[in-house]
């Protein structure tokens, strides 16, 4: 007999794992509300006693499904589960368990021709439609289940539109998850989650409501609370880097004191507005003007920048793709401004404006996706590069000069 440690269940946890008998099964609802472990243990249930064939675990990417899934499973199973990382393959007891990543629309062909018992998916509202549809398609030994987890999302994602909403006439079963259902947070971690969070974030992450993205991306900006005109010594420094030719270049620079993240300074570079074009050359010699004297530890880039980088690696100025997706960077930030630990140096005066004038792109949310208008976002962007990013990688120096 194994024994697990999994913490203390509410009893809406428990009537989840006994009922989630359905072809496909999926807790969904507020963060830290106790989705994710519930669903973990329903999952080694079915591991214990699944039809003879194979299994797999998806996520976004690789490195969130480690984090968010597969360390938690090592957690709760100690010596009886080992984790392949190079083979991307799970070992529990002794079975077998494949994973993959679903982090663009081609990851449905990493799944074709595979015959599938039992299939777990971690933040499904963030998989292309495609690779949903396919692992559907490949659950064809009799007794095969899904079991997954989502956050909420825009009311017309395909998950909410073509499934949730759909359930009564599926073979499905949806288990709706708020903070208060999971006993082992206390009231006071509860409300710092919160004060964390506020608008769109707030209704879906904590209410845990399918809502429509509205207005405003960060509605909680405030120039009174968000600017300032005193910046610490940080720890350490970071630049964002938003390339463009025809589109405005932007540089952020921002340093991280005391847990809080100071943006220090900003370049803003539009040539329809300046009247004439920079070059690569024009903008590395820029680059190395902004940063001056400051040690920076790394410098992010969007990875579509390559003559750019080409032309800074000449001078010895190594750049490093940036995470680039574009929602859960809002939401970090959204997150930190919230929280107050996300002040804006005074004399940055595009990146003020762009944050008092980016919205959401309402013929966009009419397809069940967010995403913000593609304007007034070029120093925002350079930011969310380095929120997004910082933590990834190797540490080191960014400048070789």
Known sequence: ??????????????????????????????VRSGKTITSLIRWLEFIKTHPNSNLIMIGKTARTLKRNVIDVLLSICGDIATFNISRGELYIDGTVVYTADANDERSHEKIRGITLAGAYGDEITLWPQSLFN????????????????????????????DFIDRAGSLDMRIFHFLLEDNPNISEQYINALKREYSGLWYKRFIEGLWVQAEGAVFDSWNEEVHVTDSVPECEEYYVGIDYGTA????????????????????????SAERGKQKTDYDYAQDLISFIGDIQVEKIFVDPSAASFRAECAKRGILLEDADNAVVPGIRKMSSLLN???????ERCKNLRREFASYVWDTKAQLRGEDKPLKQNDHALDALRYIINSVGEGAPGLARLW
Not at 152 to 161: C, G, T
Not at 247 to 270: C, H, M, R
Not at 339 to 345: D, I, K, P, S
């Open 1 to 30: 007999m194994v024994r697990f440690n999994f913490g203390t269940f509410s009893e809406k946890a428990m009537k989840s794992i006994a009922l989630s008998d359905a072809r496909l099964n999926i807790w969904e609802g507020a």
């Open 134 to 161: 396919t692992l559907l398609s490949r659950l064809s030994v009799e007794g095969a289940k899904f079991f997954g987890t989502t956050n909420p999302d825009s009311p017309y994602h395909w998950l909410k539109r």
């Open 247 to 270: 589109n405005p270049t932007a540089f952020i620079l921002a340093g991280k004191s005391e847990g809080v993240w100071y943006v220090v300074d900003e370049y803003y570079w539009d």
């Open 339 to 345: 929280g107050g630990e996300l002040l804006v140096a």
